[in-house]
C-alpha cells in the first residue's frame, strides 16, 4: 500500500497554522484527544438554541395522540434540528404523590402550525429570536397532530409533597437521536399519574445544522 501523510492544521495558540502529525497505535487505530467538552465545539459555532413554553398546561394522564402541549416547527429549506435536550418544570403541584415524564416524536413534513409568539434563547449568548410564522422557527401550543411514534424520553420523575408548591423539574439528554428536517415538527408533552391542580412548561433545546435528510 502506498504511504500516505496526513496531517493536520493547528486552529488557534501560539502554533497557529502549523501543520501537526497524526498517530495510530499498533492496530492501525488513529490516537485523539478531545480537548473540549463533548458539545463546547458546536455550541460555538452559535447554532445552539432551546424554547419552551410560555403558558401553562395540565399534563396528559395517557400516552399523547393528536396533541401536542408544544410544537417546534422547521420552517427552514436546508438546516435540520438535531435535538440535545428535553426539559420540563412542574410549576404547580398538588399534594400527593406523582409521577410525570417527558414524551416527544419527531412528525413527518407537515404544513406550518399558527405561530404563537415564544421565544428562542441562544446557548451562545446570541441575541433572543422571537418565533414568526415566516420565520426559521415557528412555535405552536396544543396543536392538534398525527401520531408519530411517541416515546417517553429520559427516567419518570417521581415525587410527593405535603402542600401545593411548585414541584420539580428534570433535563432529559437526547444528543442527536431526534433530528427535525426542514417541513418537520419535534412535538411534546408531559404525561403523569395526576393531572388535577398541577401545570407545566415543556421545552428542548437543539442545534441548527446543514445536514443530507431521508425525510
Known amino acids: 500500500m502506498p504511504t500516505v501523510d496526513v496531517r493536520a492544521s493547528v486552529r488557534g495558540g501560539s502554533l497557529a497554522g502549523n501543520p501537526v502529525g497524526l498517530e495510530a497505535n499498533e492496530s492501525?487505530?488513529?490516537?485523539?484527544?478531545?480537548?473540549?467538552?463533548?458539545?463546547?465545539?458546536?455550541?460555538?459555532?452559535?447554532?445552539?438554541?432551546?424554547?419552551?413554553?410560555?403558558?401553562?398546561?395540565?399534563?396528559?394522564?395517557?400516552?399523547?395522540?393528536?396533541?401536542?402541549?408544544?410544537?417546534?416547527?422547521?420552517?427552514?429549506?436546508?438546516?435540520?434540528?438535531?435535538?440535545?435536550d428535553l426539559f420540563a418544570s412542574q410549576v404547580l403541584a398538588t399534594a400527593a404523590s406523582q409521577t410525570y415524564a417527558i414524551y416527544a416524536c419527531v412528525s413527518t413534513k407537515k404544513a406550518a402550525p399558527t405561530n404563537v409568539a415564544l421565544s428562542v434563547f441562544s446557548s451562545s449568548g446570541r441575541a433572543v429570536r422571537t418565533t414568526t410564522a415566516a420565520g426559521t422557527i415557528v412555535a405552536a401550543v396544543g396543536t392538534t397532530v398525527v401520531a408519530n411514534g411517541w416515546r417517553p424520553w429520559g427516567p419518570p420523575q417521581a415525587w410527593g409533597v405535603a402542600t401545593a408548591t411548585p414541584g420539580n423539574g428534570w433535563s432529559v439528554p437526547v444528543d442527536g437521536k431526534m433530528l427535525v428536517p426542514p417541513g418537520c415538527a419535534l412535538l411534546l408533552h408531559v404525561v403523569g399519574a395526576l393531572a388535577t391542580a398541577s401545570t407545566f412548561q415543556v421545552g428542548a433545546s437543539w442545534y441548527e445544522v446543514s445536514l443530507t435528510n431521508v425525510a
Open 28 to 84: 492501525r487505530e488513529l490516537l485523539v484527544a478531545q480537548g473540549l467538552p463533548t458539545f463546547a465545539e458546536i455550541t460555538r459555532q452559535g447554532n445552539g438554541w432551546s424554547m419552551q413554553t410560555a403558558t401553562l398546561f395540565a399534563p396528559l394522564v395517557a400516552i399523547p395522540t393528536t396533541v401536542a402541549a408544544l410544537e417546534i416547527f422547521n420552517n427552514m429549506s436546508a438546516d435540520t434540528l438535531v435535538v440535545s
